[in-house]
């Protein structure tokens, strides 16, 4: 089991501002959480935080300090109330890089009263920081004991990870001219980070295979169809014989056939079904490459509710008669606090409700058609190569944009948008909808829900895990 921590970039540099305020004393917060747990990872989610003010400080000097116990007595009754975890957060202006055998004791107390008068279900933590850029983590359990947090994420309009160990791996000569660009510290982030790309078609085949050579770590990718005769022109890794075979079986070929050491695990159902769409909580970022309206829906949630990055690609020609009008594409990422793919306005409720129910009633679905209560059925679009791999490599480089900073701007907008028959390229935001989720401070950062992501589920009983 893995232990892991997300916080906002907004929230993340507030804190730090507090437990750096220049005075050299160590000070204290406490942050409220809601969890992402799945069978491989434990990860809190930070919600709110709470600063330990001067008050509530009896003594403190540059290695130790003392709080009133109603400080935190009061922060457990929040967490317990709002069904939230506790974690306790200090600093250590003298630069001890990791808990003291004086935190191991007084931790041990403050959380055996935490497990008493908390009753959430899931598991408390503590961070120390022994500067803003170096925070460590552990959680500790019922019954006393205490683990390890391997990770502690930054998401906002950089992407910051924060490993317990330092990766001292070697890195294979394959990746040679990339760290001559990014630098090893680079390279060993994207050989430890667990990538999800849903939809391996003309966008997502192209970003699979560039992830792979990029040498990310592990590699999710979901998809449930199969290959036709009009994918061939741009699905890459696909050939002429291959009509009827499993889209992700493709992916898989490749990645073998590249023989790069990224892990694979493939799925093979659409994201439309729970156990397929739940794979992607323990993923850092996801791809998303499809051009279904359900799956993107399903996406905008997860960046809502688990605070994973989604990069959402779309494109789109309008040809008549073989006479081109428009190309467009399109790269947006999705974080929390910014607006979703509602609120943008690509997707609506009555193309999520067509999409849904082309997979699961198409005989309801013609009857709501007809009512006007979902989308007509679309023809299958035009789709060139070129467009599509340009789309698929402007989001695999906003990854390595948010990664690393490399472009101008500190703050990225979140749109990258291209009229290709224009060659016009523009950086573009957009106001949220005050009555969307996406606005709602109750679903940022929710976590686990019971029913997942809060909808409503396509029925699984007859279905068989397929992985
Ligand atoms: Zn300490
Ligand atoms: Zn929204």
């Known amino acids: 089991m893995r232990y892991t921590i997300t916080f906002l970039e907004r929230e993340y540099r507030w804190l730090t501002q ?24 434990n990860r809190l ?14 003594d403190s000097s540059e290695v130790h300090m003392k709080i009133r116990s109603i400080s935190f007595i009061r922060a457990m009754k ?9 974690v306790f957060i200090h600093s250590h202006p003298r630069g001890f890089l990791r808990h003291s055998e004086k935190d191991d004791a ?62 001292s791996e070697p890195v294979p000569e394959f990746f040679d001219r990339q760290v001559r660009a990014f630098g090893e510290d680079v390279q060993r982030l994207l050989q430890r980070l667990h990538v ?18 990029l040498g990310v770590g592990k590699l999710t990718i979901i998809d449930g169809e199969r290959l036709e005769k009009s994918n061939v022109n741009r699905v890459y890794g696909s050939g002429t014989d291959d ?36 794979r992607l909580k323990t993923a850092d970022f996801i791809f998303g490459c499809t051009d279904d309206q359900l799956g993107r829906s399903i996406l905008s949630n997860m960046a809502i509710y688990y605070g994973i990055p989604v990069l959402d690609m779309g494109v789109r020609i309008d040809s008549q008669e073989g006479v081109i009008r428009s ?24 193309g999520v409700l067509r999409d849904s129910l082309a997979q699961t009633d198409p005989q309801q679905l013609q009857e709501l058609i007809r009512q006007g209560y979902a989308d007509e059925l679309e023809t299958p679009a035009p789709a060139v190569i070129p467009f599509t791999s340009a789309i ?23 749109e990258v948008w291209f009229r290709f028959d224009w060659s016009v390229i523009k950086r573009r935001n957009h106001e949220p909808d005050e009555r969307c989720r996406c606005g709602n401070s109750y679903f940022i950062l929710r976590g686990d829900a019971d029913p997942f992501l809060d909808l409503t589920w396509r029925n699984e009983s007859n279905e068989k895990k397929k992985v």
């Open 327 to 350: 190309i467009e594409g399109r790269v947006t990422t999705l974080l929390p606090e910014k607006p979703c793919l509602y609120c943008w306005g690509k997707i609506t409720p009555k």
């Open 196 to 213: 999800a790309v849903v939809g391996a078609g003309g966008t997502g085949s192209a970003v699979i295979e560039q992830l792979i050579r």
């Open 392 to 414: 698929a490599s402007f989001a695999v480089m906003e990854l390595l944009n948010r990664l690393t900073g490399f472009m101008e701007g500190d703050e990225p907008e979140q």
């Open 243 to 278: 009509e009827g075979m499993e889209k992700i079986e493709i992916a898989r070929r490749s990645a073998a056939r590249i023989g790069l050491s990224t892990r694979m695990e493939i799925v093979n159902s659409p994201i439309s079904y729970r156990f397929s769409a739940s």
């Open 78 to 86: 929040e967490a317990n109330d709002s069904k939230q975890l506790f």
């Open 45 to 58: 989610l930070v919600r709110k935080i709470i600063p330990v003010t001067a008050e509530d400080t009896l």
């Open 18 to 41: 507090h437990l750096f305020d220049g005075s050299n004393r160590e000070k204290a917060a406490y942050a409220l959480c809601r969890i992402a747990a799945s069978g491989e990872e």
């Open 106 to 167: 007084e931790e041990s107390e403050l959380f055996r009263t935490a497990y008493l008068r908390i009753r959430t279900q899931g598991l408390h933590g503590s961070v120390v920081l022994s500067s803003p850029d170096h925070p460590v983590g552990r959680v500790w359990m019922e019954n006393g004991t205490h683990a390890e947090m391997d990770l502690v994420r930054v998401i906002g309009d950089r992407f910051k990870f924060h490993f317990s160990s330092a990766g």
